[in-house]
């Protein structure tokens, strides 16, 4: 089986965001049980702990971090733009090797925000735009979603014909 799907770990059921928790989705485990999509989580790939500071991205976008015009900041202070690129990088390299199409990311996150992620200034406040592996893999070819976007009708085109009919007749995603 060649999986299509590639899905946030958090959106899975494990506990890998910064603070610790999990952002489960009943669709992502689905889809992950079933062996239609397999998870990354660029953070841990890039080597960070668990929990870790919070990260933003500062002063400009995920596109003008690739250029090399913008960074990614923790709290405190530290520039961890490296270790955020790196974790692009792994996760585009696992999303190759498994002829991935499609990726479903949870949203808000430095990494793998697809409609938006937090303003930079440490305040809570967002404002559209991608994390920097949703970047990464939107200009590889790959179609990204954010988790808000996580629905059997759009998760549909992704699958195996043999799981079709069963997740469309599977009510608890609804
Ligand atoms: Fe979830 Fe992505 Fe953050 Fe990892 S980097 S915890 S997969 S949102």
């Known amino acids: 089986k060649i999986a299509l799907i590639l899905i946030s770990s958090c959106l899975a059921g494990f506990e890998v965001r910064y603070d610790g928790s999990a952002a489960t989705n009943k669709l992502a485990v689905w889809l992950v049980t079933h062996g239609q999509a397999i998870t990354t989580c660029p953070e841990i790939m890039a080597g960070f702990d668990i929990p870790r500071s919070p990260a933003e991205i500062v002063n400009g976008t995920a596109s003008d971090v690739l250029d090399n015009k913008a960074i990614v900041q923790e709290i405190n202070g530290k520039n961890v733009t490296d270790k955020y690129r790196l974790g692009a990088d792994l996760v585009l390299k696992i999303a190759k090797e498994n002829h991935v199409t499609a ?41 990204t979603f954010s988790d808000n976007e996580l629905s059997v009708e759009n998760v549909l085109p992704f699958v195996d014909d043999v799981v079709k009919e069963s997740l469309l007749n599977i009510t608890i995603f609804n």
């Open 103 to 143: 990726a479903f990311l949870k949203d808000g996150s430095p990494s793998c925000g697809n409609c938006s992620v937090y303003d930079g200034t440490f305040t809570g406040q967002k404002i559209s735009g991608r994390g920097i592996t949703a970047e990464v893999l939107k200009k590889n070819g790959i179609k």
